[in-house]
């Protein structure tokens, strides 16, 4: 369905059944049926939009590069998965990120966010303290009954209910919040932070400085140093970042100089944009057990290191091929088609796609460390997933 006959459908939702006749509507034109036999019901709607219902997400831990874990709450099943597919549908229809916020965001990503701050004196990264939980029901509730969305209140109601999820906190309270891990969670929180945006973006321009955020990630930066901790601008920050209800992660605050590596989002923003040298000598590693011992033997050393580095996300490991296809793509996206090490990374994996399997070496055992340290690297995810909300099961199954 086109965006603005979404939104005028959205827009134009009063009740309940209004609403399930939408998601039905969307359904049936994402299927290519004209009747669905398993249509969404009222009984559906009625209990997943209730978020004291705790069947409906599961929720498990996986650890902070900081220490600690972090909580992740994924839809139970296919049918609420498939209400928040189309929830999410509605809200992109409605509306649009403000031009600060990269993540999330059509057209923009981890590039452009970095791009904005190439070539400057001074990088100040900080971020949010627990984002998505920060966010509660109510504020949901609220903001999606004023403009852009000026949704009605009933439906407002059934789509806070929906995104949110039971929380307890350590004092024994509960509150109802954003969980991390549904696929509605992103949008909801850059239309919270539209007016923190604002006036860090107020306070950017006041100060001489280039900002731009990314989920829970906040970027600033210059040529001049205005960051000295009790300054002006870093009291401005906190004030405002309080005001509208979130919390600075002390640990997480850091001044990068020119000089010294640079980085935003995962990527190096000295002269040019570029990936960390880890995440290159991690495909390349890769390839070279490939050429060298044979596929079977990329294979069970990709696995091994896979399950070792990320496990603990899910049972069945990804395929080694899709794994590096997405690496390589992501590294065309931040070097450009014409890098010279793009184009060798990439040349070796072609041919080594291509080429009919021969006798292959034994591993020598020497080597062990050495390439299991290097695949550890080709494993992981090319961004900070800590920084970002995700829908794990399609980011796995995606490779």
């Given at each position: 369905m086109e965006k603005k006959i979404l939104a005028t459908k959205v827009r134009s939702l009063a009740t309940v059944g209004d609403f399930l006749t939408l998601l039905n509507q969307m359904k049936r034109e994402d299927q290519g049926v004209e009747e669905d036999p398993h249509p969404f019901t009222l009984k559906h709607i009625n209990y997943y939009r209730n978020p004291s219902h705790?069947?409906?997400?599961?929720?498990?831990?996986?650890?902070?590069?900081?220490?600690?874990?972090?909580?992740?709450s994924a839809p139970r099943n296919k049918t609420f998965r498939l209400i928040l597919r189309y929830v999410n549908e509605m809200l992109k229809a409605?509306?649009?990120?403000?031009?600060?916020?990269?993540?999330?965001?059509?057209?923009?990503?981890?590039v452009t966010n970095a791009q904005i701050h190439l070539r400057q004196n001074y990088v100040f990264n900080t971020d949010l303290k627990d984002f998505f939980p920060s966010v509660d029901q109510a504020r949901v509730w609220a903001r999606l009954q004023i403009k852009p969305l000026s949704l009605q209140r009933p439906i407002a109601g059934i789509i806070a209910g929906l995104c949110s999820v039971r929380l307890e906190t350590d004092e024994g309270t509960v509150r109802y919040v954003l969980p991390q891990g549904a696929p509605t969670s992103p949008i909801l929180t850059n239309m919270v932070c539209d007016t923190l945006d604002r006036r860090l973006g107020g306070v950017a321009k006041r100060f001489g400085?280039?900002?731009?955020?990314?989920?829970?990630?906040?970027?600033?930066?210059?040529?001049?140093?205005?960051?000295?901790?009790?300054?002006d601008f870093?009291?401005?920050?906190?004030?405002?970042?309080?005001?509208q209800r979130f919390v600075i992660?002390?640990?997480k605050t850091r001044l990068q100089k020119r000089?010294?590596?640079?980085?935003?989002?995962g990527l190096t923003v000295g002269e040019r944009l570029n990936v960390p040298q880890s995440y290159v000598r991690?495909?390349?590693?890769?390839?070279?057990?490939?050429?060298?011992?044979?596929?079977?033997e990329a294979r069970a050393r990709f696995e091994e290191s896979y399950m070792a580095e990320k496990g603990h996300l899910r049972e069945k490991c990804p395929d080694m091929i899709l794994v590096l296809e997405?690496?390589?793509?992501?590294?065309?996206?931040?070097?450009?088609?014409?890098?010279?090490?793009?184009?060798?990374?990439?040349?070796?994996?072609?041919?080594?796609?291509?080429?009919?399997?021969?006798?292959?070496?034994?591993?020598?055992?020497?080597?062990?460390?050495?390439?299991?340290?290097?695949?550890?690297?080709?494993?992981s995810a090319p961004v900070d997933l800590e920084a970002l909300n995700f829908d794990l099961d399609q980011l796995l199954n995606n490779g």
């Open positions: 705790e069947g409906r997400y599961r929720s498990f831990k996986i650890p902070k590069k900081s220490g600690g874990c972090r909580v992740i409605l509306y649009t990120p403000s031009e600060y916020a990269m993540g999330f965001a059509e057209g923009r990503s981890v400085l280039r900002y731009s955020r990314y989920a829970d990630d906040i970027t600033f930066s210059s040529m001049h140093n205005v960051y000295e901790v009790g300054g870093r009291s401005e920050l906190r004030r405002i970042v309080e005001d992660n002390e640990k000089g010294a590596r640079q980085e935003v989002t991690g495909i390349r590693n890769l390839l070279y057990i490939w050429r060298k011992y044979g596929e079977g997405g690496k390589l793509c992501y590294l065309r996206m931040v070097k450009g088609p014409n890098d010279s090490v793009y184009r060798r990374l990439s040349t070796d994996f072609d041919r080594l796609l291509h080429a009919d399997e021969g006798a292959v070496e034994p591993l020598p055992s020497g080597g062990e460390r050495l390439l299991a340290e290097g695949l550890a690297l080709t494993a």
